[in-house]
């Protein structure tokens, strides 16, 4: 025969397991959440009108070397040095986004994954020259993490885009 106090002991303990249960399901939905949010504040000014402007003035800068780059876009123009940081920095977010495994690549390659790759190539040379003069070799290395993953899968998406990209980095050395 089953007495009252043992069926009062399963109730209790089947009310704890839901409540446990529930409280995991709900700490996983907030972490998602809180995740989906961060991840929309990061992206969000990149894919702005005002981030496609600076996009589309940063594709456009021209320089020699890494010394002209500096006398025309760097501290002494705080406005176009403005310009390519905040991008930067926003793919350097990006890419920690994806080691942390807080967001998948896939997801923001398709917010936008060919841009980090051409401004990648346009830039590389100036970010290693930085690297190796002031910020060591660790500076924007989450940024060029975000724009080789960005490479792979739109090479896994559409291979042909290997010889476009062979084309494109032609366009840029003199």
């Known amino acids: ?15 704890v397991l839901v409540a ?8 996983r939905h907030n972490v ?6 961060l991840c929309r504040l990061v992206t969000s000014d990149l894919g702005s ?12 800068m021209d ?38 495994k807080v967001v998948t690549a896939e997801e923001l390659y398709a917010t936008g994954g060919i841009g980090p790759i051409l401004m990648w190539e346009k830039f590389k040379d ?4 930085q690297r190796d003069v002031v910020w060591g070799r660790d500076y924007l290395s989450n940024a060029e993490f975000f724009a080789q993953e960005m ?14 990209l062979e084309a494109y980095r032609k366009t840029l050395k003199p």
């Open 49 to 60: 009108e005002q981030g496609c402007q600076r996009y589309a003035t940063m594709m456009n």
């Open 63 to 100: 320089w020699k070397d890494y010394e002209d780059f500096r006398e025309k876009y760097g501290y002494s123009n705080p406005e176009m040095m403005g310009k390519w940081a905040s991008e930067w920095i926003g793919w350097e977010n990006m890419g920690a986004l994806i080691k942390s």
């Open 151 to 164: 490479l792979k899968i739109k090479l896994r998406n559409d291979p042909s885009f290997k010889d476009k």
């Open 20 to 27: 446990a249960i529930y409280y995991m399901l709900t700490l």
């Open 1 to 15: 025969m089953v007495d009252i106090q043992t069926v009062s002991i399963a109730v209790a303990s089947a009310g």
């Open 126 to 129: 100036v970010i290693q020259r």
């Open 32 to 37: 998602k959440a809180r995740e989906m949010e």
